[in-house]
């Protein structure tokens, strides 16, 4: 990834998102204040779920925010006796897609999440200024100028380079700042607050709608599978009883949960947080405490390079061990920072520098038994002169023609938008907020993770430029108090929270799921000891196994369960396809390119 302003604005600026099989008409669904849906995208349903713009004034009916909301049917009827309910998944970001992560990854979250006695609807939505949610969070609304803003940014070259490239950033995102503080009003209320009250507000319009259902003639519910008896179970329901979440949050989306958890602690039925953001560290735009693992992880790539042998691209016949691969690659870098390379493609030329290797290096951090192997033949084809799969990783503008007819938007581009206007709104403005402050970041960063420092530090220095700050902040304290799994206690969760988290984590270390969980009372952390961010992206039953006993009857993995998992880079492991093609991998034999994520806390892109 590069850095996180740069990354989001140059791909931003060509719009490459990975796009679904299928297509879909959002405009063809109106906004309501029920879940109205609409069979999409051949075996899904859509809807768009009207909320207020400001939950402080809800009473405000003319100011309305539409949430594109979409969700994998259980595979069983929901009148079934194995039907376990809606889980709600969110994929990061801040910014991230609900919906594009319902496309890539509903079919694999839900075939974890399915037991021997439960079955699921997997839920999510793009919360409040996000892609297909409008009012759009989109500060240019043209491309050719979010394009020109990515290309100044590049030139600078990385943040730790000097304070003259640090200067330069902070004026140019200065500007950017302003930019977004003169659009549209609903920078003001994308809070991570406020969205965690949509999904109270989700989960009572799914209530509601079950319950609606429930009112359907016998006939009917027999006809799909139901009875009387599963009916008569619906409509029975404890006095007082106020439904409770099922949700599963990667990365960004462990700080929505534990905002949710915190928040509304009677609301929570059961939670998974994967991933796990140090929420006090995010809340205060502080971003510190992210790359403590980050240099074990980049160690992997060598390490399962070489024992992949000639499965892994930069393995040749003189190596003997992984230290031979990263000098091999170390002294490529360097050849890249004294002389960067050349490349010319149709009439677009351009030079390719060792920060930009270094940036798709650390793209492929986030899960290495995908990306590795497509990374180290990147590599290795560049040593040997040809640069295409680097260059095309990049994500750079290439033509005027990509802004024909029109300069407007014609996918989500605005995810840079986004990420700022939830992380930094999300935290009050830093007393250190200039150059010299900055500055002292980047030295703490850099002794966290020399490799990787300067595409972790512009995070922070976007929160320094940003201007909007939100009404509606929650500041705390984040935690819960002890499960009550009768459900009869309205202020208490049903279950404790089981936090996940990999062994290495380029963003998240583990170290911050066992502090999130101390505050969480009787939560437990489950381990699986791969490397990359998360464990969704690399297969493993002793971690299914767990998960799926989790949601169907709220037990915790014993104190200290460690899980290996069953694949590794570089190395065969049919079990790894499902989330291959959630992450986009093609196994057809066509061009492959290293996929963008939308902001640096987003689990798969």
């Not at 999300?426 to 250190?432: E, N, S, V």
Request: aromatic share 8%.
């Amino acid at each position: 990834m590069k850095s996180a302003v740069q990354t989001g604005l140059l791909l931003a600026a060509l719009g490459m998102r990975r796009a679904a099989a299928q297509t879909f008409d959002w405009a063809s669904i109106q906004p309501s204040t029920s879940l109205n849906y609409t069979t999409c995208y051949d075996v899904l349903k859509c809807a768009k779920l009207s909320v207020p713009l400001d939950w402080l004034n809800p009473a405000n009916n003319t100011a309305r925010v539409s949430l594109a909301v979409i969700a994998r049917p259980a595979t069983v009827p929901e009148t079934d006796p194995s039907f376990g309910g809606t889980i709600i998944i969110n994929p990061g970001g801040p910014g991230g897609s609900g919906v594009d992560f319902v496309l890539s990854s509903s079919e694999l979250i839900q075939g974890i999440a399915d037991g021997a006695s439960k079955r699921y609807e997997i839920l999510s939505f793009d919360p409040r200024g996000v892609a297909r949610s409008e009012p759009r969070a989109d500060c240019y609304g043209d491309e050719f100028a979010r394009g020109v803003t990515a290309l100044q940014l590049r030139a600078m070259g990385p943040v730790d380079q000097g304070v003259d490239v640090v200067r330069r950033q902070q004026s140019l995102l200065g500007s950017f700042g302003r930019l977004c503080e003169g659009g549209n009003e609903i920078h003001r209320y994308m809070s991570t607050s406020s969205v965690a009250r949509d999904m109270v507000e989700i989960v009572d319009k799914i209530d509601e709608l079950r319950k609606a259902n429930a009112t359907v003639a016998p006939s009917a519910l027999r006809s799909r599978g139901g009875g009387p008896r599963r009916l008569q179970q619906r409509r029975e329901q404890k006095k007082g009883e106020v439904p409770r979440i099922q949700y599963w949050g990667f990365s960004y989306g462990t700080v929505l949960g534990n905002y949710f958890a915190s928040m509304y602690p009677g609301r929570v039925g059961r939670m998974i947080l994967e991933g796990v953001v140090d929420v006090h560290d995010y809340s205060s735009a502080s971003w510190e405490k992210n790359l403590q693992d980050t240099q074990k992880d980049y160690d992997t790539f060598f390490t399962s390079c070489f024992e992949g042998g000639s499965a892994c691209a930069l393995h040749t016949p003189n190596v003997t061990s992984p230290g031979d691969i990263r000098q091999r690659v170390e002294a490529f870098l360097e050849e890249l920072r004294e002389s960067p390379a050349q490349h010319v493609v149709g009439s677009s030329i351009d030079e390719i520098t060792r920060q930009d290797v270094v940036n798709i290096l650390f793209q492929a951090l986030y899960q290495p038994i995908q990306y590795f192997p497509l990374v180290a033949t990147g590599i290795a084809d560049a040593m040997t002169g040809n640069f295409s799969l680097i260059w095309q990783s990049l994500g750079l503008p290439q033509s005027a023609a990509a802004y024909c007819p029109s300069t407007l938007p014609q996918s989500y581009t605005w995810s840079q938008d986004s990420l700022l206007s939830v992380a930094c709104g999300d935290a009050p403005a830093r007393p250190d907020a200039d150059t010299s402050g900055l500055l002292a970041y980047i030295a703490e960063l850099q002794s966290q993770s020399p490799d990787f420092a300067a595409n972790w530090a512009q995070v922070r220095q976007g929160c320094d430029a940003w201007r909007v700050r939100p009404p509606f902040r929650f500041a705390g304290p984040w935690t819960t108090p002890a499960a009550d799994p009768s459900g009869d206690d309205a202020h208490r969760p049903q279950s404790p929270i089981l936090f996940l988290s990999s062994r290495y984590d380029p963003v998240t270390p583990h170290a911050n799921a066992v502090a999130m969980a101390g505050e969480h009372e009787g939560a437990r952390v489950l381990l699986q000891t791969n490397a990359g961010h998360g464990t969704l992206g690399s297969p493993g039953r002793c971690r299914d196994a767990y998960v799926a006993s989790y949601w169907a009857t709220g037990e915790l993995p014993p104190e200290g369960t460690v899980c290996e998992p069953d694949c590794k880079p570089f190395q065969d492991c049919p079990q790894a396809q499902p989330a291959k093609r959630a992450l986009g991998v093609r196994d057809d034999g066509g061009p492959q390119v290293i996929p963008h994520r939308q902001g640096p806390l987003n689990l798969f892109g």
